[in-house]
């Protein structure tokens, strides 16, 4: 079965049609870059173009980088404030025509890694994180998503975490690796100490084997610690395997 994935970051808006079974992409990703203003109205009208890229006519998952609730948009730390009390599900359904199921970012990337990734047969307690331009998080106990956690904003020594301790801080502040290393250690340290996870599992960009050697010497957990498997695929996985429901109404996600 197949189902339309699209992912929408602060710099591409990616999609494609997704294997839910084999959690593959079934053709090569289609990407166009972010609106700006990343306003909900130029978003959704990417979305259509991805959907008519692709000819497509069935269901599509969708991520945002915000909290989501029924398909609203509660909150947009790293995308335009317009978002907020948005319905997207509902717009890129008005839009496409298509059956539409939205969730977080992170969500659906945690999702992906732990049905087709580095989660897969884990069944104790499970966190994925995604580090870009912010933090996200995933939870998972027993393979079932804890979804919306948003453990990018802890207040960590005075501050937003993700303010400090994203990839994004790391650019923006020039810093070695080691050096932002110490930061996102900082950080793997409150939430261990907050959760306790069995497994630790890192997404986003600087879970590709090249970068992820220049920093993950410097890390030590309580828990097992493993780069994201899927990396920059796993939202558009994520976001096609959650919206499965859409076709069986008794999967919940
Ligand atoms: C947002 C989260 C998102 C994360 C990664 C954070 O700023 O609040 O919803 O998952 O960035 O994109």
């Keep these: 079965m197949k189902i339309l994935g699209i992912d929408i970051g602060g710099s ?130 027993n393979q079932i998503l804890v979804p919306n956690t948003e453990l990018g904003h802890l207040e960590l020594d005075g501050r937003d975490a993700e303010s400090h301790a994203a990839d994004s801080a790391r650019k923006r502040d020039d810093l070695p690796w080691k050096a932002w290393a110490r930061r996102f250690q900082r950080y793997l340290e409150h939430v261990e100490f907050l959760f306790a996870p069995d497994l630790l599992i890192i997404g986003g960009g600087i879970s590709r084997p090249k970068k992820w050697e220049k920093f993950s010497g410097h890390l030590k957990t309580q828990a097992d610690l493993t780069p994201a498997l899927l990396q920059n695929e796993a939202g558009i996985i994520g976001a096609a395997y959650s919206a499965r429901a859409c076709y069986e109404p008794e999967v919940t996600v």
């Design 12 to 141: 591409g808006v990616k999609g494609a049609p997704v294997d839910i079974v084999h959690g593959t992409l079934a053709a090569e990703r289609f990407r166009i870059p972010t609106p700006k203003p990343a306003t909900p109205r130029a978003v959704v009208k990417a979305v259509h173009r991805i959907v008519e890229h692709f000819e497509w006519k069935g269901a599509v998952g969708c991520t945002i980088p915000g909290r989501v609730k029924h398909g609203t948009v509660l909150t947009a730390a790293n995308i335009d404030r317009r978002w907020i009390g948005a319905n997207a599900a509902r717009l890129i359904e008005e839009k496409t025509g298509c059956r539409t199921f939205v969730l977080n970012d992170a969500d659906a990337a945690g999702v992906a890694e732990m049905a087709f990734g580095a989660g897969r047969d884990r069944h104790d307690f499970v966190m994925v994180l995604t580090i870009g331009t912010g933090i996200g998080s995933a939870l998972f106990i």
